[in-house]
């Protein structure tokens, strides 16, 4: 069973970047058909899937934050980060990382998420 676990701050000025990382365990990130996503939840609003990188190194992003999102990975960690750049007031939100085993983008899809991290963006 793998196990996900977010790090990260939980307050991030406004204009700046929110960096988030993700810690996994029970398998590498690397297994062949895995795909590791950024899944937000603004409050009162449905998840919203931000991004995910694939087993492969391949990144995917949605086309709503694509220009302001960046997921990388280290593998010698077994970690994936998520920067999000420019962030406003709206970026405020409960913030997770999951897995699939297959490419998925909504995110009741996801089969194996971390417990989650609250972000606000405030001055």
């Known amino acids: 069973q793998v196990q996900l676990q977010e790090s990260g701050p939980g307050l991030v000025k406004p204009s700046q970047t929110l960096s988030l990382t993700c810690t996994v365990s029970g398998g590498p990130i690397t297994t062949n058909s895995d795909y590791w996503a950024w899944i937000r939840q603004p409050p009162g609003k449905e998840l919203e899937w931000m991004g995910a990188i694939a087993y492969s190194g391949s990144t995917y992003y949605s086309p709503s934050l694509k220009s302001r999102t960046s997921i990388s990975r280290d593998t010698s960690k077994n970690q994936f980060t998520l920067q999000l750049r420019s962030v406003t007031p709206e970026d405020t939100a409960v913030y997770y990382c999951?897995?699939?085993?297959?490419?998925?983008?909504?995110?009741?899809?996801?089969?194996?998420w971390g417990q989650g991290t609250q972000v606000t963006v405030s001055s």
């Open positions: 999951a897995r699939d085993a297959e490419w998925a983008t909504m995110p009741e899809d996801y089969d194996d």
